[in-house]
């Protein structure tokens, strides 16, 4: 018995077996085929061309702000190896599309991100090294259609203030000055949902130009809202004297949180005072065009706007020819905040940004950005993403200097610079903005942060307290006071 139980045993032993290698063979021919299957060719029509509609031809059309269209096959063709690169380039100086936020780190929603996820990448860089073949005409999708270059991307502007208008010089030096008032010619106070500014100029549209500051002169403006001799309440109320958030070429528009728009009081002027202009290589005449988009009256706002200006621009020591030079800048939140937008600023030799957040021992890094002196963009995180930070958080900024060759941005890579006004000086600073919240109302927005969580395995960064135990209400004694 046990002889026939151990031939019965043997014979199972070598059916396994051959089954196993004879799965095992099927499964690595699959495999090898599969390998040895070529992908499919990526076409223009097909593949690339919905993600220049997506991603690129808001700026890469006929009027739009890049020195080239890329509507058609035609169009896109000759540049296929440069598409490659500068979307390859992800984050880095130089990236297409324009948004450096890197994705392998920190916080990913926000709100008009146009950049493209690795697959598309991977996609674009397919197509160029088979040739670009353009594909059947019938794959090419519906043109996009664009609005005239006037329109606004707000949409219709409930007020448009224009500057002055200046002439600047096809050669000279760059020039910082004050532009003067422009009267609102509001004779009731309103709070704006939006604005927007864009230089308008006689800058022929077909400039061929290889930079966007090529085809302005305004590099930037800082302006804020007055009341001309006023300094009551409702002139000041919730509004500092640099109220608006700056304009900067490649910069783009500001949609204010539903919870804190921003006041334009009647009576008020846009006060101009601080602009810096540079020559473009041609005599250009040109003007500002600020357009602001108004809540309903009678909206009034839920959350005061919180001071997110941190920086160290002072401090700076940036020595010549040298790679990876850091900066840093704390600052301690004196109230609940919720950050609304992140905004790197530093000059020419910067190349990184990143924004901590330090709640005792739990260091987050929110986001790191690369960053690019010709394209200045805000980061406007989505609502149900943007960090909620407790009163106390310790906020810690991270700048990163190239001052090598590498870096193209430079001028001279022998200097030793510091702070000033100059692209080949230096600044450090996030020029993001964002509201400070009372203590219920940061309980309130925790808990709707919590309902989109499904358990307290999902870890939400810029959140440090969301599975922290909820405050419970202090009751109310007959005085009305709570109970200390």
Known sequence: MKRAISRWSIDLAFAALASSILVSGVLTNARVSAQARPAREATFTKDIAPILQRSCQECHRPDGVAPMPLLTYADARPYARSIKARTAARWQRGAMPPWFVEKNIGIQDFKNDPSLNDEEVATIARWVDSGAPQGDPADMPAPRHFESSDKWTIGEPDLVLKSVEITVPAVGPDKWTDLGLIPSGLTESRYASAVEVREVNDVPAGNNSNTVGGRFVFHHMTYSSVVPGDNSAEAVVDEGPTSWPIHEVGRNADVFPPESGRLLAAGSSLSLGAGHIHSNGRLTKSHLEFAFKFFPKGYKPLYKRASMSIGNSIDIDARPNQANQELHAYGVLQENTKIVTFEPHMHAAGVRMCLEAIWGDDIQTLNCVGYDHNWVKQYV????????????????????LDTTAANKNMADVRNWSGDGRRSISQMFSNLGYAVSLSDADF????????ANMKSRNQYDIGCPLCWAPPVPPRPITTSGQGQQ
């Open 381 to 400: 995180y989505a609502d149900n993403a943007a960090p909620l930070l407790p009163k106390g958080t310790i906020v810690h900024l991270i700048g990163t």
């Open 443 to 450: 309980q309130n927005e925790m808990a709707k942060r919590r």
